[in-house]
């Protein structure tokens, strides 16, 4: 099922597709879904600016090899409230000048819901890229997120049974279509380059599965400091070798909470800098086990094959649960501690099995439903 290329002339107004990005995990989402648009639609890319530093965005736009943005807004960080709002100003002003036929957004950041509602309001239609995830969890930002931009969106692009049944459940009035998960096909493409050309374990002095890679960044870990120094003292007491990439939010809370030192110090931790896409995946490759709270990282993982603890209550992955391939920690020392020493998966991983690529599906759909 394939588009017919557009035209130079047919390349506007409903043959323009705009993206809005604004995080990690959006940068990820949209490369390969760039690369299927391009010769269909002009493609128009915004990024809100959600994530900023060099390491959390423009790392990834080289890395994946993403055109530099068209527009680049700005937003920064703040109060979600106030992020999103921001967002959906200066993003309305993009839409009315550039006019596009569908705004794709990709998951579940303020960026995703932004730019569905901007496009909502001027009767735009959305593509959401990764619909009908549900942690069922409304205290998350990211719930909300995905809930909201998924009753507003005319496209709603499934990447797995689970997630159609959530979309049907909630009679979500948008066209849904399972189309197979973008970050699989990311994934499969960028492991054979990241084994060739990224150097991380040489470059850390690191074993293949001998070291456990970790990350920290959801709200609701890095802004209660119970749950923070529990997480640490789970970190500290393992005795294992532990990469832990630290995102700028989790850094600052760290400071904030007197643990900062009590990490840097610890001879079993690696602190770094948030990591490149390519060396990122390479470690999780590579890892005995992935400790996180990141969504996307989950997947990731189970992708690979890499066990996972996850320091959560829920997930949206629910997959990963039921394959046996990841566990729920919460915030609790003893159980991380437990898993990151005994968790063993007791499921065999189902690989995700597709004739054509889930980017080549969500353009295809797009094609023809904008002739």
């Not at 959801?218 to 832990?244: C, P, Q, Y």
Request: charged share 25%.
């Amino acid at each position: 099922m394939k588009a017919k290329p557009a035209s130079n002339d047919a390349a506007r107004g409903s043959k323009k597709a705009l993206s809005v990005v604004g995080a990690r995990p959006n940068f990820i989402k949209l490369a390969p879904v760039h690369r299927s648009l391009v010769g269909f639609f002009r493609h128009v890319i915004v990024h809100t600016g959600q994530h900023y530093d060099y390491e959390m965005s423009k790392v990834f736009f080289q890395g994946l090899r993403l055109p530099d943005p068209d527009y680049y807004l700005g937003v920064r960080s703040s109060r979600h409230g106030q992020q999103t709002g921001e967002m959906v100003i200066k993003l309305e002003r993009v839409l009315l000048r550039e006019k596009p036929g569908v705004v794709l957004v990709y998951g579940d950041v303020n960026s995703t819901l932004a730019g569905a509602l901007a496009a909502a309001k001027l009767r735009i239609p959305v593509a959401h890229v990764e619909a009908g995830l549900r942690s069922f969890d409304m205290r998350m930002p990211e719930e909300v997120n995905r809930v909201v931009t998924d009753h507003i969106s005319e496209y709603l692009f499934a990447p797995s049974q689970a997630a159609v049944e959530n979309l049907r459940r909630e009679h979500c009035p948008g066209r849904i279509s399972l189309t197979g998960d973008v970050m699989d096909e990311i994934l499969r493409e960028s492991i054979v380059v990241a084994e060739k050309e990224s150097h991380v374990l040489q470059r850390l002095g690191l074993v293949s599965g001998g070291f456990i890679l970790a990350t920290v960044h959801r709200a609701e870990n890095t802004e209660d400091s119970t749950r923070l120094h529990n997480i640490v003292r789970a970190m500290t007491a393992v005795g294992k070798k532990t990469v832990f990439p630290a995102h700028p939010r989790t850094t600052k809370a760290l400071k904030n909470c007197g643990l900062y030192a009590r990490v840097a110090s610890c001879r079993d931790i690696a602190m770094t800098k948030p990591l490149g896409y390519f060396d990122f995946i390479k470690l999780e490759k590579h890892a005995e086990k992935i400790l996180t709270d990141s969504g996307g990282v989950q997947r990731e993982a189970y992708l690979l094959g890499v066990p996972c603890i996850t320091l959560r209550e829920n997930t949206e992955w629910v997959e990963t649960l039921r394959a046996g391939w990841n566990t729920l920690v919460g915030a609790d020392v003893k159980k991380t501690v437990w898993a990151l020493k005994n968790f063993k998966p007791q499921g065999r991983r189902r690989q995700a099995q597709w004739n054509v690529k889930p980017s080549e599906k969500m353009v295809a759909i797009l094609g023809s439903a904008l002739n």
